[in-house]
């Protein structure tokens, strides 16, 4: 069983940056990023391979977010650049079990972050 927390987020005002921490308590394969809007559905941001050199992104987010991870410290990021008011969620971390390859599916996914709140003031 792998626990996430993630950290970093906050409120910022537009234009601004933010990055995300997501700390796994033990080894992790492929990660990724999702995100829930207010009164919408989570939806996917990110995703990692578990050796990092394969990444994917939302169109919504390509060019002003970055994924990244530090595997000797069990330690996944999301850096966000260019922030805007539509950014605004609650950010999920998520782990696959004992898989390699991204996905962009909250269903390939076994093991979840409690969440972090991201506000992005206009």
């Known amino acids: 069983q792998v626990q996430l927390v993630e950290s970093g987020g906050g409120l910022v005002q537009a234009g601004g940056s933010l990055r995300l921490s997501c700390a796994a308590s033990?080894?992790?394969?492929?990660m990724g990023w999702f995100r829930q809007p207010p009164g919408k559905e989570r939806e996917f941001v990110s995703a990692i391979s578990g050796g990092g050199s394969d990444t994917k992104y939302a169109d919504s987010v390509k060019g002003r977010f970055t994924i990244s991870r530090d595997n000797a410290k069990n330690t996944m990021y999301l850096q966000m650049n260019s922030l805007k008011p539509e950014d605004t969620a609650v950010y999920y971390c998520?782990?696959?079990?004992?898989?390699?390859?991204?996905?962009?599916?909250?269903?390939?996914?076994?093991?979840w972050g409690q969440g972090t709140q991201v506000t992005v003031s206009s």
């Open positions: 998520a782990a696959r079990r004992g898989l390699l390859a991204t996905s962009n599916s909250q269903y390939d996914y076994s093991y």
């Open positions: 033990g080894r992790t394969f492929a």
